[in-house]
T-cell receptor
Framework: ETGVTQTPRHLVMGMTNKKSLKCEQHLGHNAMYWYKQSAKKPLELMFVYSLEERVENNSVPSRFSPECPNSSHLFLHLHTLQPEDSALYLC??????????????FGPGTRLTVT | AQTVTQSQPEMSVQEAETVTLSCTYDTSESDYYLFWYKQPPSRQMILVIRQEAYKQQNATENRFSVNFQKAAKSFSLKISDSQLGDAAMYFCAYLFVQGAQKLVFGQGTRLTINP
């Protein structure tokens, strides 16, 4: 248990559906991240939020829409996804961008299958 | 762009023995962090150990230690007294400390522990 939770753990959705992934951190961190982990590929950073402000959008298609209402919660809204978007989506948090708080702590992930 | 390479897709070791996982990285920066993460079958990404580039002393965490060779851009992980619970995917990761905190991951090494 790393202090970062993700729901749901598993999600199956059709290409026309709209769904959301939720991440919550209980560590008092100020930065949150979305990563995508596909088979046979390294983890890919998708989005970075610092103090609820998006500081990085790593060329992610617009069918993925992040939302960070406060420093403890992060959402990833999904719509009109493609089968190649099937992957493990990992959320992470860190204390911030200064000092010794560089370590990122990960949630258990959401296994997404797009049919 | 920074890259991280793990040249060993799979490794195996006898229980109680020692194993070393290799990692090399490419960067032109002088100030950065390096990490080893463990991802067991549960898919939870767990931080194992970290190394600050400005520190010459190799980091250690109980049975886990690193051999950090900054000039050679090498960052290997040594696991001593291997245990069955060490079986997992191990990812080497690089973090540049300026700007957005983008972790760059290697492809991973699958470690099997033989009883």
């Amino acid at each position: 248990e790393t202090g970062v939770t993700q729901t749901p753990r598993h999600l199956v959705m059709g290409m026309t559906n709209k769904k959301s992934l939720k991440c919550e951190q209980h560590l008092g961190h100020n930065a949150m991240y979305w990563y995508k982990q596909s088979a046979k590929k390294p983890l890919e950073l998708m989005f970075v939020y610092s103090l609820e402000e998006r500081v990085e959008n790593n060329s992610v298609p617009s069918r993925f829409s992040p939302e960070c209402p406060n420093s403890s919660h992060l959402f990833l809204h999904l719509h009109t996804l493609q089968p190649e978007d099937s992957a493990l989506y990992l959320c992470a948090s860190s204390q911030g961008f200064t000092g010794e708080g560089y370590e990122q702590y990960f949630g258990p992930g959401t296994r997404l299958t797009v049919t | 762009a920074q890259t991280v390479t793990q040249s060993q897709p799979e490794m195996s070791v006898q229980e109680a023995e020692t194993v070393t996982l290799s990692c090399t990285y490419d960067t032109s920066e002088s100030d950065y962090y390096l990490f080893w993460y463990k991802q067991p079958p549960s898919r939870q990404m767990i931080l194992v150990i970290r190394q600050e580039a400005y520190k010459q002393q190799n980091a250690t965490e109980n049975r886990f230690s690193v051999n950090f060779q900054k000039a050679a851009k090498s960052f290997s992980l040594k696991i001593s007294d291997s245990q069955l619970g060490d079986a997992a995917m191990y990812f080497c990761a690089y973090l540049f400390v300026q700007g957005a905190q983008k972790l760059v991951f290697g492809q991973g090494t699958r470690l099997t522990i033989n009883p």
